[in-house]
């Protein structure tokens, strides 16, 4: 979501929080938080730039491994996710042997407002927003299940409003008229944040080059060295790891991970070689190194709205990226039906 930093209209903030929610209604959570983490000795720093599901066993142990006495920075950007997993990173950090700081980078929403929550100190660039609303759950079957997870909301709620009031000092009616807003919670800009005591201070956004901000982007929208323009035909494998390097992944620091990352349209994390999702550039190892394939470009195409996990803006940004590598007479096709036509040809 590195697409929300910088300057943001609030009433798209707040359409994109809400349509955000509401597809998190009818759709599948993802089963683990994608979190992405960098120590330097006594420092670790962790970036949340996705949505929050369940809290992963490998950040836990980051956390908890971290030498006591040391520092750690939170990184968000965030429309939430699941309460639970916001709730559970939030222990994590506070209970944490040493100094955490939170930043809100562009949008900590939901979940991740909770977890924005947790940092001793809370920093917020002046274009970002908080958002704070109930606890909410989809339910299908008679009274009785309704009952009960309404009365498990509503501890949820008790939570939420409990770490609020901590935090700000603001009266119980004050803090449960945030979580109600005019239909479902509220949306603060960093200055009404401010002065609400939700933060400690009002920052300028980071100056970061795209390039640095793909190490924790999920959309990667660099091209390689030699990589601009039309795409060039000729003969299209999918390309694997060896056509890169010799080394293992893990082996591999973030600037060489990030220049692999560069030949594909997506990536859910530098984690696994297996995050990078529509190749579409060739390898070091092919005679066009670099240059984008045609049909490479052709088939990511076709697949970007088969991407487990990419919301509808990300998809669309991938689709005006690959289309930059087409020839003109092909960008001027509707992408649905290249799409098809595609398909039919695999």
């Not at 962790?46 to 066993?57: A, C, H, K, M, S």
């Not at 790891?241 to 859910?268: C, G, P, Q, Y």
Request: aromatic content about 6%; glycine content about 8%; hydrophobic content about 40%.
């Amino acid at each position: 979501m590195s697409q929300l930093i910088g300057f943001q209209r609030r009433e798209d903030v707040e359409s994109k929080i809400r349509e955000f929610i509401q597809n998190e209604r009818s759709e599948p959570k993802p089963t683990e938080l994608r979190f992405k983490a960098e120590a330097k000795e006594k420092d670790l720093t962790l970036w949340f730039y996705d949505t929050i599901g369940d809290v992963p066993q490998a950040l836990a142990k980051t956390i908890s491994e971290h030498p006591e006495g040391g520092s750690i920075n939170v990184r968000i950007n965030s429309y939430g996710g699941s309460a639970f997993g916001g709730l559970s990173v939030y222990d994590l950090l506070r209970g944490y042997k040493g100094t955490v700081t939170t930043q809100v980078d562009g949008v900590a929403a939901s979940a991740a407002a909770i977890i924005a929550l947790a940092g001793q100190r809370i920093r917020i660039v002046q274009s970002g927003f908080l958002f704070f609303h109930r606890a909410w759950a989809g339910v299908v079957g008679n009274y009785r299940p309704h009952l009960q997870i309404a009365g498990e909301l509503r501890k949820i709620d008790i939570l939420i409003a409990t770490i609020l009031e901590s935090r700000t000092k603001l009266a119980k009616e004050q803090i449960e008229d945030l979580l109600d807003g005019e239909a479902d919670g509220t949306l603060l800009s960093a200055d009404e944040a401010l002065t609400m005591h939700i933060v400690d201070e009002v920052i300028e956004p980071p100056q970061q080059s795209v390039d640095s901000l793909s190490d924790v982007s999920l959309f990667i929208p660099t091209n390689p060295p030699g990589g601009d323009g039309e795409g060039v035909e000729g003969d299209w494998e999918r390309p694997v790891l060896k056509d890169f390097t010799d080394s293992s992944w893990s082996d591999l620091s973030t600037a060489e991970r990030n220049a692999i990352a560069k030949h594909f349209v997506f990536a859910f994390d530098l984690e696994t070689f297996g995050s990078l999702k529509l190749p579409h550039h060739f390898p070091p190892n092919h005679r066009n190194k670099g240059k984008a394939s045609l049909a490479g470009v052709r088939n990511a195409l076709a697949r970007v709205s088969m991407v487990d996990g990419m919301s509808e803006e990300d998809r669309d940004r991938a689709r005006a990226h690959l289309r930059k590598h087409l020839p003109e007479r092909e960008d001027s096709v509707d992408v649905d039906t290249l799409a098809l036509a595609i398909l039919r040809n695999l």
